[in-house]
T-cell receptor
Framework: GAGVSQSPSNKVTEKGKDVELRCDPI?????LYWYRQRLGQGLEFLIY????????KSGLPSDRFSAERTGESVSTLTIQRTQQEDSAVYLC??????????????FGQGTRLTVV | DQQVKQNSPSLSVQEGRISILNCDYT??????FLWYKKYPAEGPTFLIS?????DKNEDGRFTVFLNKSAKHLSLHIVPSQPGDSAVYFC?????????????FGTGTRLKVLA
């Protein structure tokens, strides 16, 4: 497809289970970002990839969160031992070059995660 | 600590009138700002940006104004149309050496009434 694709679009999981969220960026986009939006909150930065390296992991909320990226392609965000406060929409974005000023970041439609 | 603030969670405007969405920031080092628009069940889409070397940037019906001394920016939509009804996010470029990221506000839900 032409845009950023995220899967699944919705995920309901039991507290304590692990979940894996997937992002397929636009082909050729070297920069990839993960954000989350909890109810009533703004978009919260989680992690940024340049290629398959992540120079900034400071936004990951806890060590239960991890992310990886294969080359300049698919990224997965994994949440282990999910908690109810992890419930949010997880958004992925990608851009052509590094730096928000050089090129627009395109967002996927998000994965709505509900932990029950 | 919210570095980018949108203090109005919602705004209703009559079709054809002007919509003004406000955004305040706390970090005087921020020098590039963006507005994103988000429809339900879709990801945010880029709308307009402004660099601190300017105080105004215009694109069709959309104009962003930046007041650096007040650390305030606003998005004006005129004339407002029902299709503009969406959540609008203000964002600041918070990139540092080797790291690129935006800091977003909490969003303002705009409803344009026909």
């Amino acid at each position: 497809g032409a845009g950023v694709s995220q899967s699944p679009s919705n995920k309901v999981t039991e507290k304590g289970k692990d979940v894996e969220l997937r992002c397929d960026p636009i082909s050729g986009h070297t920069a990839l970002y993960w954000y989350r939006q909890r109810l009533g909150q703004g978009l919260e930065f989680l992690i940024y990839f340049q290629g398959n390296s992540a120079p900034d992991k400071s936004g990951l909320p806890s060590d239960r969160f991890s992310a990886e990226r294969t080359g300049e392609s698919v990224s997965t965000l994994t949440i282990q031992r999910t908690q109810q406060e992890d419930s949010a929409v997880y958004l992925c974005a990608s851009s052509l070059a590094s730096g928000p000023r050089n090129t627009e970041a395109f967002f996927g439609q998000g994965t709505r995660l509900t932990v029950v | 600590d919210q570095q980018v603030k949108q203090n109005s969670p919602s705004l209703s405007v009559q079709e054809g009138r002007i919509s003004i969405l406000n955004c305040d920031y706390t970090n005087s080092m921020f020098d590039y700002f963006l507005w994103y628009k988000k429809y339900p069940a879709e990801g945010p889409t880029f709308l307009i940006s402004i660099s601190s070397i300017k105080d105004k940037n215009e694109d069709g019906r959309f104009t962003v104004f930046l007041n650096k001394s007040a650390k305030h920016l606003s998005l004006h939509i005129v004339p407002s149309q029902p299709g503009d009804s969406a959540v609008y996010f203000c964002a600041a470029d918070a990139s540092t050496s080797g790291t690129y990221k935006y800091i977003f506000g909490t969003g303002t839900r705009l409803k344009v009434l026909a």
